[in-house]
């Protein structure tokens, strides 16, 4: 198979902006409290987070301490709260194609690594190889299966890694294969990641972008 090397000239943008949450207490207990947060209720717990990103650090009968984005307001029965919050950043990397390929710096479990972005691959794709020199024991956790390749059927090696990491983006629990011998040549950043991201194209600019 012929090699490639690839590199991507990349940037990330952080996006900030403010957005409104719309509160109102139903009912107070210790420890835990019945919220209405934009519309939908919720019942949280001491030290829990709502989808909406509302923390509950404490509840009596009496008053709740809500965070929101590292803000922490009281809160007592009944009381109607529309209150502004900075959203976190918002992850996004942009990369400019190279001879029509993409290519962008990242970490597999906290080592560096390059990938070759592939919305071919069904998961992020390795070589035994490039498995064993970022520390992945794949044929003792991997489950053994074959799979269809360019020079026909290969073994593979299907894996899970804890942590997958693009410029600012950073998923846990992300499906691979490794394949046995020197293909691919690049590891390839396949739609195991890629389908939990945003992904547009921007003329010949590839945008990824976090989901919140």
């Known amino acids: 198979m012929k090699k490639f090397i690839f590199i991507g000239l990349f940037c990330f943008i952080p996006a900030q902006f403010t957005y409104a949450l ?14 209405k947060i934009d519309g939908e209720r919720r019942t949280l717990k001491k030290g829990k987070v709502s989808p909406e990103g ?11 301490i809500l965070e929101v984005d590292g ?3 009281e809160y007592k029965l009944g009381r109607h709260v529309g209150t502004s919050f900075k959203k976190k950043e918002s992850a996004e990397a942009k990369i400019m194609p190279v001879n029509g390929m993409y290519s962008i710096a990242g970490f597999i479990n906290g ?3 390059n990938f070759l972005v592939d919305t071919g691959a069904t998961w992020i794709a390795m070589n035994s190889h490039q498995a064993r020199s970022l520390g992945i024991n794949f044929r003792y956790i ?8 360019a020079n026909g059927v290969a073994p593979v090696y ?18 691979a294969g490794v394949l046995e011998g020197a293909s691919p040549s690049e ?16 003329g010949q600019v ?3 972008k976090q989901k919140f």
């Open 111 to 113: 080592r560096p690594v």
């Open 142 to 149: 991997g489950k053994r299966g074959m799979v269809s390749t």
């Open 187 to 202: 590891v390839l950043l396949g739609n195991s990641f890629l389908n939990r991201v945003e992904m547009q194209r921007q």
């Open 158 to 175: 299907r894996i899970t890694l804890d942590k997958v990491r693009v410029g600012e983006i950073e998923l846990s629990n992300v499906e």
């Open 22 to 35: 719309d509160i109102i207490i139903l009912g107070l207990f210790k420890g835990r409290a019945i919220v």
């Open 71 to 73: 803000q922490q307001q």
């Open 54 to 64: 509302v923390k509950l650090i404490s509840a009596d009968s009496q008053m709740a």
């Open 206 to 208: 590839m945008l990824l």
